[in-house]
């Protein structure tokens, strides 16, 4: 690779970086929000978004993030096979969740 290429690839890590707080309070809050009130419209947002942190995460380095956010993914698919999160999906996601929080304050 060229000097150019990684400088590229060197800003394309460091907005990642710079953008995963937000990416995961984003999560954390929608999670939060279907707590309190349940909507089938937030809830698919909630599993995209994790499909995507999952799969950023990864490429970018955030192995524990990835695997949360993979952890989450795995429970929601389980709870979908029902057609439903039963309360053992909604403590487990949460327990996921509070992880995630725990990450914001590594990044």
Same mark, same amino acid.
């Given at each position: 690779?060229?000097?150019?290429?990684? %400088?590229? !690839?060197? =800003?394309? *890590?460091?907005?990642?970086? #710079?953008? +995963?707080?937000?990416?995961?309070?984003?999560?954390?809050?929608?999670?939060?929000?279907?707590?309190?009130?349940?909507? %089938?419209? !937030?809830? =698919?947002? *909630?599993?995209?978004?994790? #499909?995507? +942190?999952?799969?950023?995460?990864?490429?970018?380095?955030?192995?524990?993030?990835?695997?949360?956010?993979?952890?989450?993914?795995?429970?929601?698919?389980?709870?979908?096979?029902?057609?439903?999160?039963?309360?053992?999906?909604?403590?487990?996601?949460?327990?996921?969740?509070?992880?995630?929080?725990?990450?914001?304050?590594?990044?």
């Amino acid at each position: 690779m060229d000097r150019d290429s990684n %400088d590229d !690839l060197a =800003a394309l *890590f460091a907005s990642y970086a #710079h953008e +995963l707080p937000a990416i995961i309070l984003e999560i954390v809050e929608i999670w939060r929000a279907l707590e309190i009130q349940w909507d %089938d419209k !937030l809830y =698919a947002d *909630f599993h995209r978004k994790i #499909h995507n +942190l999952a799969g950023s995460a990864e490429m970018y380095g955030y192995d524990n993030v990835s695997q949360i956010a993979n952890q989450i993914q795995l429970t929601i698919r389980s709870g979908m096979q029902e057609n439903k999160l039963i309360q053992n999906d909604i403590t487990q996601i949460d327990s996921l969740i509070k992880q995630l929080e725990l990450c914001l304050m590594k990044y």
